[in-house]
């Protein structure tokens, strides 16, 4: 068997999360749990903020979107993040639809008035599913990505660093680690690549390549951890609208 993760964009009506983030796009919402209880499904959220302001006014706010939850709970907040806990009538969920179909749901974020869903699918059901997804009234679905799973790592809530020290050699390590440590990385520069390159006794060009390999390397893995996490940072359509 051979599994798909796939990346949607979702829509539905009557929804708590997608009415407020739709109204606050300067917050994020994380699931952090969903569950269902007789006739009410409660979830867990992590809140994120990209500054102060949009906290606030969202915490304001909050209350105003009582028509579409039972009850919305505010369990902590610290900095720009905060947690949330909210009950719902199961009937104005999009639990038993979504629950009904043949996928396994990874992550979901809402941002901009949308969720973003990441799902694991069996590869010969692929097209079925997304079929019956799309099939399903009063919904909009976009399928923004979809790509092999290269192991269950991938969706293990590791520690970032260690995902990529795995990626870089020794020799790559040590030269980040000076260069940092002598303020090459600082603004303006405390160091140059040459006096990198001296400290080491090696050749400017290999102390830089070093260095630019390494760097290669850490962008990429923190850009694609941040891609999984906020799938809604690719959706070029909604992002572009706040940006800045």
């Given at each position: 068997m051979s599994l798909k993760?796939?990346?949607?964009?979702?829509?539905h009506p009557e929804c708590w999360s997608i009415e407020s983030t739709k109204d606050h796009p300067g917050v994020c919402?994380?699931?952090?749990?969903?569950?269902?209880l007789e006739k009410e499904v409660r979830a867990n959220f992590h809140l994120i903020a990209e500054s102060y302001?949009?906290?606030k006014?969202?915490?304001?706010?909050?209350?105003?979107y009582d028509r579409y939850a039972k009850e919305v709970y505010i369990i902590g907040k610290s900095d720009l993040e905060a947690d949330i806990h909210a009950r719902f009538p199961s009937h104005a969920t999009?639990?038993?639809?979504?629950?009904?179909?043949e996928f396994m749901p990874m992550r979901v974020s809402i941002s901009g008035g949308y969720e973003y869903w990441t799902i694991l699918i069996d590869e010969e059901k692929l097209s079925d599913t997304l079929?019956?997804?799309?099939?399903?009234d009063g919904i909009d679905v976009e399928v923004l990505s979809i790509a092999n799973l290269k192991s269950f790592e991938d969706e293990e809530e590791e520690d970032v660093v260690s995902k990529i020290s795995r990626k870089l050699s020794m020799?790559?390590?040590?030269?980040?680690?000076?260069?940092?440590r002598r303020g090459y990385f600082e603004w303006p520069r405390k160091t140059s690549v040459d006096e990198l390159a001296r400290s080491f006794g090696i050749a400017k060009s290999t102390c830089l390549h070093h260095l630019r390999i390494?760097?290669?390397?850490?962008?990429?893995?923190?850009?694609?951890?941040?891609?999984?996490?906020?799938?809604?940072?690719?959706d070029i359509k909604t992002s572009a609208k706040y940006l800045f």
């Open positions: 993760k796939v990346t949607l964009r979702l829509w919402l994380v699931t952090k749990g969903v569950f269902k302001d949009a906290l006014e969202y915490m304001d706010d909050i209350r105003n999009f639990y038993d639809k979504v629950f009904s179909l079929n019956r997804l799309l099939e399903i020799k790559q390590k040590r030269v980040l680690v000076e260069a940092y390494a760097e290669s390397k850490i962008m990429k893995k923190i850009i694609e951890e941040l891609k999984d996490k906020e799938p809604h940072l690719m």
